[in-house]
């Protein structure tokens, strides 16, 4: 409970110009002001969009709260979307754009600008299987108001692709490395850059990759400081973590 | 490999002010450079330490690597020393701190500035069992130059001590969140507060914790957003992880 | 054995006016006695439904079975029936009351009081995608007689709205937490109330989530006490447990 | 915020009886009451111990915390004290019990009535091995003021053994069925009574038991309804929590 | 390699009444001797049928191995056959009889004697999910002659039907105990009977039972001796052991 | 309860000679009869000794309880005695022969004699390591009056050295297989004998063995059929199963 | 980089030869030279084709990335391609040859010799559910230019069988052994023969196999010396591995 | 069985110049010789030494087996060996050779050559910590008469120090690479080299590597071909796979 307004109130009450029970009002709406201020703040930060989860909704459902955000907010992210329910969405919403290999639906006020942070994110990711996992993390930081550098298919197999982007990767302020079978990719990445990564495994493989695991335990286990991690392939998850780390480069208009 | 030199270079081989071997020498040693700048680099981040891991290394062994290290560089840094060869090496080099919680060793040269950031760390830790992984993740952020607020035993079977702080976590730039048994302190604080938070595990508990297993799970899985996980026990990685988002903060002096 | 009654029986056996084959008889019915008590005291407590477990049955399976019970108990519960068998039952049935939600089947005589105990039990889930293993245990307590409150989507994402539900929780008898992912929040809520708590771990999630396995540990290990667990996904246990605790809370009429 | 002493403390700061100042600290003091007014509940629950988890604390300091303890409450347990420590607290404070299978060191106030509740609350386990968990949730239900009666040894490979015993479990308020190896016994058990069962795994057993797992899947994954399960081994937690079962049952003096 | 036979053999070689070339050929015919005596005997148990697993095999590639087989031997049995395949079967070759519930086909010539063996294998289930396992099982054993006495839906949450049949369980040569979900029933009759015990765990459940993990560790950790066990719903394995153990109660004729 | 006796009674009662008084304690002492009579017979199966289980036991415990049933039964054998305990039990009742390789104490009445079967069991181990687990299923068939032949060292890396013993292991009753590290050898075996065999996996291993978890895996997946499976290293499991096949073939003297 | 290549740029630089542009250009190449010349030596190995992983990838796909490569190289092998699949490609290219038990495609030049090794790689499978597997490694391995000799069916449970071959299999230069359910052919295969062998565990099995887990551990903990192991289900890559070492018996033509 | 010796016996019976019983004698004879050549071939293999498994063996078993050894064989290799057991053994025989990091005892005839092959193995190991199993690897190798180059301390934290070396690895003839934490060294070496690599995992690391589950996971689902893994902690397993493939290259003296 902040002290300056209590003492506000307290006085107007001594002085006879609130009335009793318009101050125990007041003062009972500060009861969940600790968790209140949370959303203030949420929403002051602007470019941070509000986010539907699209698995197991129906189209119907996504549009109708769409539809709802689009009216206080100024930017819409939706996860999760497969085809069907991603144009079924387009259609009744024309203005949102789909993304089919993130499955993500976007929404942003036209007058709103995109990138409102400078440098930039890069996503990086080993194989074009891990591919919609990669999007869903760019989508996230783009939606979030990030520019994002996409550095695709460059697995420890051919690691000299991976060497041809080495600036790009050194030179984004938060690295997202995406990688699925044995997941060695942020470990690589981790001994050569010395900016923060956040590593996603991702359920590519098959066998003893046990829909994850392996890449999830080599994630864990890096030899490479510098690397956190995300659940299997949480895409958002790694969009939103990196945008946290990347908010301090806000570009002031 | 970087073009002005390789001008200047091959100016000086035309100009037959620099022999062919010479050349061939100076051309051979950029072969690394792919590597080698990025230890330049680091070295270039002033308060950034070496690190020695003492685990498996003898007293002896880490006071030769310390003593070496303490002549070119200004922080140093040892963790997982336990009790017996702390003491020793604190015989051997007095100005060093022996911090027996975190089974750490730290030195800096007599004129470095200890904090060189603005703002702090939070590390959050669950219950009293918990704490030598959280020492050791927030002796590592101020060995590396961060301000850090330790915020202990606030697990979520007495929430109330949480809050109490809440105000100290929400305004860190960065907070580390360790605990054990269930896990579930991070994803409380995750959704609390709107900075990024570096999860622990620790393998505190018994039964079906399976060494720290439940927690690592429990954090992997955090239903709230803005939480990205260590290794089990990994305090040292979490300190580090911290500082790297942390170290936009340079105090200029 | 009860000694009683074999004192009346070896009593008429010597005044003869109990033939030795009758006698023999009598005792050797007694041989089950330890069980079948049990299940007499089962009638006894009026209220208790019968059940039946729908998975693995057809809709013709099940309306019989139904039909059956109906001319000798005064209530019918069927758990894990889907729309299609649900809505098949109850065209055949249409007393029968189905929940699409809870995936059950119920049916009271018209003359039965629906809740027969004073008192509550809370049933508190945390996202949802919980809800259809909440409504299975909040849906059984009713068939069972109790009142139910249920305080759904509380998770601990957003912990203000759990704590807005707080005095409810407090008050109830026995409260049953619901959760998927890390499930955390029957951790967070034995840390706020005294009263038992019955934890059950959905299947909900995804990646290192393993079917429910990580919600399963996280409650099983709670630094919380007053929590026990029941299988993943078990509603219907959760609710039949909750009863046994509420079931002292009888009213009489 | 409990809105009649907030009344009185505006009335009060309205007639001037009440300082701004006082009225602040008054109103501050209410910020955590949400929380607070759990301990102070707590407390009004006579014969309630005070809990000292003793793993991982010296005898020293549990000698501290006891003596500490035994001025402001009427009952003290201590759990997971080993004989060595054990001895140590007993020979500075000969007034407490120390029991070396259950581990556990108990204290109370000389004129304070032992056993509060009417009825009586079983523990039953299935061998000798399982005495020591056993043995502490038997004493810390007595520690908390309930009775018990104790079935030991009562394994499903001599099922009669249990039988003998029969009317002795379901004439209990709860019980309490502890196990390892398979873990059969509560199953077996929840079959014939009708009463609330808190199953608790052990780590006893050798091979694929897997400390434990065995017996802890056995009691997730049981056929008979009304049984809860506790962490592998955690005697105390089982004993607690069929004391929130068992409370209603408290005897007014 | 025999050694009567080599003599023989050899002694036809030194008198000429056998050439080289034929010598050579038997004793070359030897070489696998250590392996064919193996098959010879297998003939040689009368009653023992030929298997023929239907899993991965297509109706028609099943119909020309049976009839093939009806040439050479007495009996054929089919195992994994479902209902589709079953049936296909049946109309291409009448006498074979098929069991939907075991998912078997079996077949004898017509003057075969059914039951070869005296006494009878007792086949125990715990519930009725378990019975395709256990039917597979029966069905295997009676069509490798022996009799079959079927003891279902005996599961321990109902324990005192299991009692009712004690009696033709202890009578038994050998007893096969089926069981899914905890699968404790093994444990309580293997500590009611003194002859030997296959159970047979079955991935009958659901959440923490991972597919008969959790039944199959409970039959291995089983408190009581005399039970041995086989692979998930493994039974065709159960009937088959079961008949090595029977066989020694061959019938005379 | 047994007809004939209650006739008995019955008629006793009715003609005087019996009182009701010891008429109801005699029908009382039927109540356990189910399971009593189980325990008559085991002690009328003449060579099946008391076992007691050492592990956990004090030197001194072992040799009250032996003492005790020496007086009783004419074997007593006693399992898992290290060699400190084994030697001081063995000074204290020289009579006692303990077998250090498999951790057993073996006595019989010196007129009893020694082995009561016809044929023999074979016990087949894959390495050294794994010698005390076959020692003790060799021991403790042997102490239930078997003849037991020991095959040692002919894991699969050795193939031939297995097929030396091949017509001992196909002359037994029952074979007993046991084996570390992968575990192939029962399904080596499996697939050349056609009696029953007893799998007995050891925790003999490092690495990816798991403490035994691949042997028995490897044994329940075993293609070949005629197997059945032991928990890990329970070889007293093992030679009692064997026992229970093998009593059959019972001498009559 | 190579020292005589740099020789020659910087004389040619000194005798004005070279411009220092053209000279800085030639430098730079080389900057990836360490990577790049691996690709090139792959092409030099003539007969190593290029290899399409088929999964995830559309027919019309596959067929554009074969026409492609078909202009440029000798072989062409696509794997992971389903029988619908296979069809479709072999329509479009018509001289491709689909295995439609490997699920592979294959093209080489008309005039290119197939076989371009001397002597022969064996594969061996247990079963015939292993077939897909088996092939896999086989038509990768006849892909690459190796004669394969195929010993299928020749699993542990009728180790005559496998006798039969072990000349064909001792004299291969190596083995590829392919096994599901216990995965013990491996070891037996190691043995009796004494070139290396490429083990790869299958999925095929069902309950305690756990997707080909039970086959994986058997192999890894393999007693016999001379055993490697290749992921499960991983066809490819052991004909890939196999070739690694066959590749020394190159044919010179 | 060779058909030219049984020509010859055949004749020689037939002829008289060979008696029966001889001729029986021989042929039995014959009966192993499957698996007897293999021993044969073994031997011949010159330079393959023995290898003594020391773990659970003692000092002085070790001692007479290897004396035993050394009168019949010119190389002898003993692995597992303590540094106690190590000095005892080089005490009583002094010219063995003793490597306490790799626990190995290496003895030779002083006039056989060390080295008979061309070329050398690699042996490349990620951290300082897998050093015992690197070097186990490398000297069981050396035994077998490789040469061995050492490539230690390389791992993918410090990705540049591999490139350094990366000639000496792609010149080799076969490459061990072990590596521990998350085991990701193969496959980045994997995808720069193109000889085959045998990984081995090792169990170094905390936390969520599971006693090196982690590393081994990673192998086998390397997205690099060319390689096959080995057990955890196998370092003699990889250092006799390599061998094999190392025969090929036999120097002729």
Chains 1, 2, 3, 4, 5, 6, 7, 8 share one sequence.
């Not at 509000?50 to 709260?65: C, F, L, P, R």
Request: net charge negative; aromatic share 8%.
């Amino acid at each position: 409970m902040e002290n300056k307004r209590i003492d506000v109130i307290l006085n107007e009450v001594r002085d006879g110009t609130l009335s009793i029970d318009k101050a125990k009002a007041l003062l009972s709406s500060f009861e969940d002001i600790g968790f209140a201020k949370l959303d203030h703040q949420r929403q002051k930060r602007t470019g941070f969009p509000e986010v539907v989860y699209g698995e197991g909704k129906t189209a119907n459902q996504i549009i109708s709260i769409v539809l709802s955000l689009m009216k206080s907010t100024n930017r819409v992210l939706a996860t999760r979307v497969d085809d069907q329910k991603g144009y079924q969405v387009k259609e009744a919403i024309p203005e949102m754009e789909y993304n089919s290999e993130a499955r993500t639906l976007f929404w942003k006020q036209p007058d709103e600008t995109l990138c409102i942070y400078e440098g930039y994110i890069a996503v990086v990711c080993a194989g074009t299987s891990d591919l919609p996992v990669a999007e869903e993390a760019a989508v996230t930081a783009e939606a979030f108001g990030a520019s994002v550098k996409r550095i695709y298919d460059v697995g420890v197999a051919g690691i000299h692709r991976l060497f041809y982007y080495l600036d790009d990767i050194e030179n984004a302020t938060v690295t997202i490395v995406v990688a699925g079978m044995e997941g060695a990719l942020p470990s690589v990445v981790g001994g050569l850059i010395s900016n923060p990564i956040v590593a996603v495994p991702t359920s590519v493989g098959y066998g003893a990759n046990f829909q994850g695991l392996s890449a999830l335990l080599t994630m864990l286990n890096s030899c490479a400081s510098g690397i956190s991690v995300m659940n299997i392939d949480n895409g958002f998850g790694a969009g939103y973590y990196a945008m946290l780390i990347h908010k301090n480069h806000r570009i002031n208009f």
